[in-house]
């Protein structure tokens, strides 16, 4: 494994860190204590140290799977990144709550869920910039950073081209900006990465295999049923998708190498990315997530 700074947090994060929506049950499996187990075992074998979490992956489901886990092993080796912002009513069907009082009880039920004193990064989630715009907000955040609560601030941008919250990234003494980014999708790279590199923030990468088109699981003409979260895209949008995606293997992938292996590491070649953060649905995939590792200078 490799790692890298994540900006001025002065963590250290491996390049390759886990995403757990999945934890949540919303991709289409439902998962028990023991595959959770199985799977964050498997990513510190393969010494990944990152996961990063939500409240509305489930009602904090996902927390919760993830802080049993951490109760029955070394705290200190993992950083754990989460968000708040949202209320989880069923699948996918939230509410955005992001005032100060509701956000400081989200803050207090995910430290609860994930059985533990401190949240390595905090993230704000998606929300829009009216309600980022909020002193009071950041305010009772820096607080419960001050009270030891919360290492270090966060905003994951729901567009991926929102300069204004990554712009008042230093203003609100938020360090980390989590971010879509795949070779499918690199408008991060106009003015979001530039701003990031400009105040230092360290950048996580999320949905680096564009939902699994990147996997290398799906050729033209692939169905998606209802239960999975991609039936949801326009039809023709996914043709377009599978078709790029279909010549993006046959003309940039070298010979031999394992697509989603290259897709992230593809990510990991912008020297901003500090670690990308896949979904992972088995030990299998955790390791062959690692490996990608391996294709980084």
């Given at each position: 494994?490799?790692?890298?700074r994540?900006?001025?947090?002065?963590?250290?994060?491996?390049?390759?860190?886990?995403?757990?929506?999945?934890?949540g049950?919303?991709?289409?499996?439902?998962?028990?204590?023991?595959?959770?187990?199985?799977?964050?075992?498997?990513?510190?074998?393969?010494?990944?140290?990152?996961?990063?979490?939500?409240?509305?992956?489930?009602d904090?489901?996902?927390?919760?799977?993830?802080?049993?886990?951490?109760?029955?092993?070394?705290r200190e080796?993992?950083?754990?990144?989460?968000?708040?912002?949202?209320?989880?009513?069923e699948?996918?069907?939230?509410?955005?709550?992001?005032?100060?009082?509701?956000?400081?009880?989200q803050?207090?039920?995910?430290?609860?869920?994930?059985?533990?004193?401190?949240?390595?990064?905090?993230?704000f989630?998606?929300?829009?910039d009216?309600?980022?715009?909020?002193?009071?907000?950041?305010?009772?955040?820096?607080?419960?950073?001050?009270?030891?609560?919360?290492?270090?601030?966060?905003?994951?941008?729901?567009?991926?081209?929102?300069?204004?919250q990554?712009?008042?990234?230093?203003?609100?003494?938020?360090?980390?900006?989590?971010?879509?980014?795949?070779?499918?999708?690199?408008?991060?790279?106009?003015?979001?990465?530039?701003?990031?590199?400009?105040?230092?923030?360290?950048?996580?990468?999320?949905?680096?295999?564009?939902?699994?088109?990147?996997?290398?699981?799906?050729?033209?003409g692939?169905?998606?049923?209802?239960?999975?979260?991609?039936?949801?895209q326009?039809?023709?949008?996914?043709?377009?998708?599978?078709?790029?995606?279909?010549?993006?293997?046959?003309?940039?992938?070298?010979?031999?190498?394992?697509?989603?292996?290259?897709?992230?590491?593809?990510?990991?070649?912008?020297?901003?990315?500090?670690?990308?953060?896949?979904?992972?649905?088995?030990?299998?995939?955790?390791?062959?997530?690692a490996?990608?590792?391996?294709?980084?200078?």
């Open positions: 494994m490799k790692y890298r994540l900006g001025k947090t002065e963590l250290n994060v491996s390049v390759i860190g886990i995403g757990t929506w999945q934890f049950g919303e991709w289409g499996m439902q998962f028990n204590q023991g595959e959770v187990d199985a799977i964050l075992d498997k990513g510190q074998e393969c010494g990944i140290n990152l996961v990063d979490t939500a409240e509305c992956y489930g904090h489901l996902s927390e919760s799977f993830i802080g049993d886990y951490m109760s029955r092993r070394k080796d993992w950083i754990i990144a989460t968000k708040f912002g949202h209320h989880f009513h699948r996918f069907t939230r509410t955005d709550v992001f005032d100060a009082e509701d956000v400081l009880k803050l207090d039920a995910s430290l609860k869920a994930l059985k533990t004193d401190y949240i390595d990064v905090y993230q989630h998606s929300g829009p009216k309600v980022f715009d909020n002193d009071q907000l950041w305010t009772m955040l820096d607080k419960q950073v001050q009270a030891g609560k919360i290492r270090h601030l966060g905003t994951s941008i729901g567009s991926n081209d929102n300069l204004h990554t712009d008042a990234s230093s203003l609100v003494n938020s360090k980390v900006i989590q971010v879509v980014y795949n070779r499918l999708d690199r408008v991060p790279e106009e003015r979001v990465f530039p701003s990031c590199e400009r105040q230092d923030l360290g950048v996580l990468a999320r949905v680096p295999l564009a939902s699994g088109f990147l996997s290398g699981k799906y050729k033209p692939a169905q998606f049923d209802a239960t999975d979260v991609r039936h949801r326009d039809a023709e949008a996914v043709r377009r998708k599978l078709e790029e995606v279909e010549r993006i293997r046959r003309e940039e992938v070298p010979a031999g190498v394992d697509m989603a292996q290259w897709a992230l590491a593809w990510c990991l070649k912008n020297p901003i990315v500090s670690s990308v953060i896949p979904g992972c649905k088995s030990p299998e995939q955790v390791a062959s997530n490996s990608a590792a391996d294709l980084v200078e």
